[in-house]
């Protein structure tokens, strides 16, 4: 059995998060959606960590804009999913594409919605998925081209993970998100309770991520909604929704 991979959280821009991955056994370390390329090379740095790979989950500018510099900086290879244009792209994931950390094997996952080539990178024996701009803790992401059809499909593949399954996202948005899920679900006392636990995280100044598969099957909304037509009217209410 390899060691545990271990995770660390970069974050950039203004609610971004960019993680490191790192591999001890190998030395090696991946940096998922590297935005900004700075910051994540100034976290390896001081911890002494050589970067080798880049893996992005979707195109756009906040995950995949620093890959072309974290390449010139050391040298890594950048996987990217391949139905979209991601800079500096040496190996293309789609559905079932195998990615490696030292002795760590992860595969590519097809999740459209957020973006039509959209991957999620699940590393099922380790309980850890990198879930990028699809899945959020308690919320999703936008329809920016894919239909609320894919995204519901998307999000019920994610759920279908192992229930301790770490996921990792894009964007610190719990707090707008829990305030959604308890106007979208006002009898859920899960999601009171969470809401109440996040809103003590963030005004500690800490993360709320990762999240687990079964923290999503019992809080958040969409993953709950019964069907295609509910996730398609939470999207557009959560959409206009101020809090
Ligand atoms: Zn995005
Ligand atoms: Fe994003």
């Not at 850890?128 to 999703?140: E, N, P, Q, S, Y």
């Not at 598969?213 to 206009?240: C, H, I």
Request: proline share 5%; net charge negative; glycine share 10%.
């Amino acid at each position: 059995m390899p060691s545990p991979l271990e995770i660390v959280v970069v974050p950039a821009f203004t609610d971004n998060y960019i993680w490191l991955v790192h591999d001890a056994d190998s030395g090696e370390t991946a940096v998922v959606d590297p935005g900004d390329a700075a910051p994540a090379l100034a976290e390896a740095k001081r911890r002494g960590w050589t970067i080798t790979q880049v893996w992005n989950t979707h195109h756009h500018w906040d995950h995949s804009g620093g890959n072309v510099a974290m390449k010139e900086a050391t040298g890594c290879t950048v996987s990217g999913p391949a139905g979209e244009t991601i800079p500096g792209r040496d190996l293309a994931l789609s559905e079932g594409s195998e990615l490696r950390i030292g002795e760590h094997c992860g595969t590519a996952i097809e999740i459209p919605g957020h973006t039509l080539g959209h991957v999620a990178l699940c590393f099922d024996q380790d309980r850890i998925a990198f879930v990028g701009d699809t899945l959020f803790a308690m919320g999703c992401g936008r329809l920016f081209e894919g239909t609320a059809k894919q995204m519901h499909h998307s999000l019920g593949r994610l759920a279908a993970l192992a229930d301790d399954t770490a996921l990792y996202c894009g964007h610190e948005y719990t707090l707008a998100n829990a305030r959604f899920a308890v106007h979208a679900e006002p009898g859920n006392a899960a999601i009171a309770e969470r809401l109440a636990e996040v809103e003590a995280m963030r005004a500690a100044g800490q993360i709320t991520l990762p999240t687990s598969v079964a923290q999503e099957r019992a809080t958040n909304p969409f993953v709950r909604a019964a069907g295609v037509e509910e996730f398609a009217r939470l999207r557009a209410a959560k959409d206009s929704f101020r809090s």
